[in-house]
Structures are given as C-alpha cells and as structure tokens.
Nanobody
C-alpha cells in the first residue's frame, strides 16, 4: 500500500525558512514521481515541486523557483522541501503525493497524482 506522511509545517515569520518532510512507503521510491503541492484557503491546488530520482527530473513552480529546493534521502525513502525566504503568499496546506507516471514528474500536474498524504499547514506571518 502506497503511504505518504508529510510533516514539518508550522508558523514562521516572513523571510524565514522551514523544511518539510514526506516519509513514504509501499512503492519503489526512485522510480516514482513525488511532488509537493499546496493549497491556500479558497484557492485551488498549486504545484510547488516534483522529482523523479531515477530519471533525474526536477520541476519547480514559478512562484518558488530560487527559494525552494526539493531533495531526497533514499535510505529513508523521504522527500524534503527546503523553503527559504518565505512570504505570506506561501501560506497554505502543503501536500506530498506520488505517482508511477514519468509524465507526472515532468508536468508536476497535481491532477496526475494518484496517491496523496495528509497535508501539513504552513503559516507565514508578515
């Protein structure tokens, strides 16, 4: 059974940093697309970053490029999202998701992801 567990959210001041973790199990970690997505109150789900380790694919949403970094720890089957220079616009619930499709990694389209973890809330105060 595919399982994903996101953690690491919290309250941070503008300009600060947070690192989110997504612990995974039940699928071949290197071969799947794994993505981070976020949803602000009243808005749709937005792509943040996606990765497929074996095919060396990494994608970032335009709003986070240069500030966020996705990485993996294969020994722990965990994906991280390092978030720097946070602003109030980064506030939302962050989800990690996985899919076996390479297209899901290339496009980082949340509608293509079949497996979702619960979200972790990030609040950035101004």
């Amino acid at each position: 059974e595919v399982q994903l567990q996101a953690s690491g959210g919290g309250l941070v001041q503008a300009g600060g940093s947070l690192r989110l973790s997504c612990a995974t199990s039940g699928f071949p970690f290197d071969d799947y697309a794994i993505g981070w997505f976020r949803q602000a109150p009243g808005k749709g789900r937005e792509k943040v970053s996606c990765i497929n380790k074996s095919d060396k694919v990494t994608r970032y949403g335009d709003s986070v490029k240069g500030r966020f970094t996705i990485s993996t720890d294969n020994a722990k089957n965990t994906v991280y999202l390092q978030m720097n220079s946070l602003g109030p616009e980064d506030t939302g619930t962050y989800y990690c998701a996985a899919d076996k499709s390479l297209v899901a990694a290339f496009t980082c389209d949340p509608s293509l992801y079949d497996h979702w973890g619960q979200g972790t809330l990030v609040t950035v105060s101004s």
